[in-house]
Structure formats: structure tokens, C-alpha cells
């Protein structure tokens, strides 16, 4: 089952030394954005890889809403594990 991610401490827990599958609902459930999210908590860092372009991304956790849509998404109640 599909959970919500509620809060960035729940993303840091869920994906702390683990990858975790992840999307983001785009354009109100007309697209989504597939990610493969890891938390590494001893850098404080977040390795991002884009499903879409196969893109990566490593990104501190205070840089986060200005480098990536992640806590735009947990705010708007979009951001979902993909089991």
C-alpha cells in the first residue's frame, strides 16, 4: 500500500541508509514524478535519483526546497512511497 509521506523526519527515517521508491503527484494527480530517494544520516545528505532522465542529485537536507520539489511535496500532501 501506497502511505503518504507526512514530514521530512519521516522521509529521513524511512530512507535512512536504505533507497526507498518514491513520487511525487504532479499537476493535481495528471502526472507524477518517480524518484529513488537515500538519506545518509552521518552527511546529513540526500542522494535523489530522477526515474524520469535518470538524473541524480546530492543534496543537503537544508538545501533541500531550493534544489528539489521534496518539501513542496510533503507540505502539499504529494510526496508517496511506491511499494
Do not use: H, W
Not at 7 to 16: G, I, N, V, W
Amino acid at each position: 500500500m501506497n502511505k503518504c509521506i507526512e514530514s521530512l523526519e519521516e522521509l529521513k527515517r524511512l530512507a535512512s541508509d536504505q533507497a526507498i521508491d518514491c513520487y511525487v503527484i504532479l499537476a493535481g494527480g495528471l502526472a507524477r514524478s518517480s524518484k529513488k530517494i537515500t538519506y545518509m544520516p552521518s552527511e546529513d545528505m540526500f542522494d535523489i535519483m530522477n526515474y524520469i532522465d535518470k538524473s541524480e542529485q546530492e543534496v543537503k537536507t537544508d538545501q533541500l526546497k531550493y534544489k528539489t520539489i521534496l518539501i513542496e511535496a510533503i507540505e502539499k500532501k504529494c510526496l508517496f512511497t511506491d511499494d
